[in-house]
């Protein structure tokens, strides 16, 4: 029996974006049982047991699947299997030694003609050489950052869950790209302002979310920890006064990533007073009660 028939077809659509968006991750692997964890509202843990080959059961702790359901997330998760069998992964040390055992110029050869058909490889290969080197244009990361939103919205500027989950994953990859190379040439502020422009931008982008959001910030506050964890002590200064006055919004929503920034990654003694004005700051402006 095909595994695609135990589920609704719109369920198999949103299994296979997650899939195809890497939010799928197979932790443990036998014949007998797959053990997985997919990023989705949460991080919802996954098991799919076989006998003989055959599914089984099925587990997930979402919501959907406690009511019975066979949810996105085995979708997803049968997907990576699938796609573990068809194509197995290569290790850094395997691409490593692929490339050591081919010869300058065959490499020179195969981007030649890989960029003549991909502009899109094109792009980024010219991205890197310039990080490289240390030209980051952030103007462009920008720019790009708005092209990506009018390729996946409609007429009206929305985008639909169909292409909301590619839509993150690429922009993450963008705001990935562009803040290691501001990292490796220690332009820490600079790329704290980078991944606060992302988030203000598609935090304000009409979208049908389905924990993409959540996604996105969780991502952002790793690379925003990191920044922080390479700064010098000038640049903390000046990191933690730029988030703290980006509480000042009325829009709830977006201080929770600078609130999570301040509270992980300035919890020393020189910024204790300024964190318990933070605090301060989000009761009053929520209205929590004395009891709270």
Known sequence: MDWKELFKPIILERGYDYYRNGNAEILSSTADEINAVVSGTDDYEVN?????????????????????????????????????????V??????????????????????????????????????????????????????????????????SGFINWQNVSPFINEAVKLLEECTDSLIEWKRYFEAFEIVSYYYDEILTTDL??????????????????????????????????AAFRKL?????????????????????????EKMLECSDKIISKNNISNYE
Do not use: W
């Not at 030209?135 to 007429?155: E, H, R, V, W």
């Not at 977006?254 to 003694?269: A, N, Q």
């Open 208 to 241: 049908d979310d389905d924990g993409d959001i959540s996604y996105f910030q969780s991502c952002c506050l790793e690379m925003l920890s990191t920044i922080a964890y390479d700064s010098d002590i000038k640049t903390k200064h000046r990191l933690f006064n």
């Open 248 to 272: 000042d919004t009325e829009f709830d929503y977006f201080t929770e990533l600078y609130f999570d920034f301040i509270k992980e990654c300035f919890d020393v003694e020189e910024f204790l």
């Open 90 to 155: 290569l290790s850094d040390t395997d691409v490593e030694s692929l490339i050591d055992n081919t010869s300058p110029e065959q490499l020179k050869k195969f981007l030649i003609n890989a960029m003549r058909y991909d502009s899109g490889l094109k792009e980024r290969f010219i991205r890197f050489i310039d990080g490289e080197n240390g030209n980051i244009n952030i103007a462009d990361y920008k720019s790009k950052l708005k092209s990506l939103t009018g390729q996946y919205s409609d007429n």
């Open 48 to 88: 799919i047991y076989f006998s003989d080959g055959e599914i089984e059961d099925m587990y997930c702790d979402c919501p959907y699947a406690s009511d019975g359901n066979n949810c996105k997330h085995m979708a997803a998760v049968l997907y990576t299997l699938e796609d573990l069998k068809d194509h197995p």
